[in-house]
């Protein structure tokens, strides 16, 4: 049988690539005592509460009667605590520090909008939905640690030269040289860290919150009745409490550390 290859291809279509099936069993693995080894974990450094306030205006695309139901979710899209680097490794140190923390507060507002009949007359409303989210950005300083965080070690860089030594040439005393480097060469010698970086969770979150009209228009003459507005004034107290970690090297000792 003849195979013929397509010049952009290098599989033959006349034969079948077809996997069966293969075979597993379940590999034992040798138990070690856990006494003197070292283990590679997420530590936990702390769990702070973060109080925040906001005030935002909110404009809905559509006249409100009446806003039916909030639903809101807190969402951190930077929290990073800023330590000093050291020269030395394993060096490490419980604070203070400054923690930089921005994200948002997603809202889903469900509200009803007027429907109008062509005389002008509200009979009736639908129901609509309408997401934004107000951000947020604060700086808070995290006085101390419940277990301290390894600082990073600072990277280090190191030139040097080698001398170079020619003769001046045609024009000066044959006893004269030229001492110096040479600058069409560059020589280093550097040394990079990569530290394990500092990261937080959202455990949970609290949220005060306060909407108010500011565009409200009621129909007719009367102070009390159906109406319609499209901008709303919130003020928000949100509190959420983070849980900051880093992956550290710890090591496990003590007690006979034979398995059981």
């Known amino acids: 049988m003849s195979h013929k290859y397509d010049d952009k291809s290098c599989v033959s279509v006349n034969q079948s690539s077809h996997l069966g099936e293969c075979t597993n069993e379940v590999a034992t693995q040798p138990t070690l005592p856990a006494a003197g080894r070292t283990f590679r974990i997420p530590v936990t450094l702390g769990e702070f509460n973060v109080t925040s306030h906001l005030s935002s205006t909110i404009t809905f695309p559509d006249p409100v009667m009446e806003i039916k139901n909030v639903k809101k979710r807190v969402e951190i899209v930077q929290c990073s605590l800023l330590t000093p680097s050291t020269d030395m490794p394993g060096t490490t140190s419980s604070g203070p520090f400054p923690l930089f923390l921005r994200g948002f507060v997603r809202k889903n507002i469900q509200y009803a909008t007027p429907v109008y009949e062509p005389n002008g007359e509200c009979v ?136 059981g």
């Open 124 to 259: 009736e409303s639908e129901l609509k939905s309408f997401t934004t989210r107000v951000e947020f950005e604060c700086m808070t300083t995290i006085e101390e640690l419940d277990n301290p965080v390894v600082l990073p070690v600072a990277n280090d860089s190191t030139e040097y030269d080698f001398a170079r030594t020619k003769k001046l040439g045609t024009g000066f005393p044959e006893k004269d040289h030229f001492h110096s480097s040479d600058i069409s060469q560059f020589h280093q010698e550097s040394e990079r860290f990569y530290n394990d970086f500092p990261y937080c969770e959202l455990v949970s979150d609290e949220i005060l919150e306060w909407d108010e009209a500011i565009d409200r228009q009621t129909y007719g003459d009367a102070p009390v009745g159906e109406g319609t507005f499209q901008k709303v004034v919130e003020k928000m107290r949100l509190n959420f409490v983070i849980r900051i970690l880093q992956v550290q090297n710890i090591e496990v000792g003590g007690g006979n550390g034979g398995a």
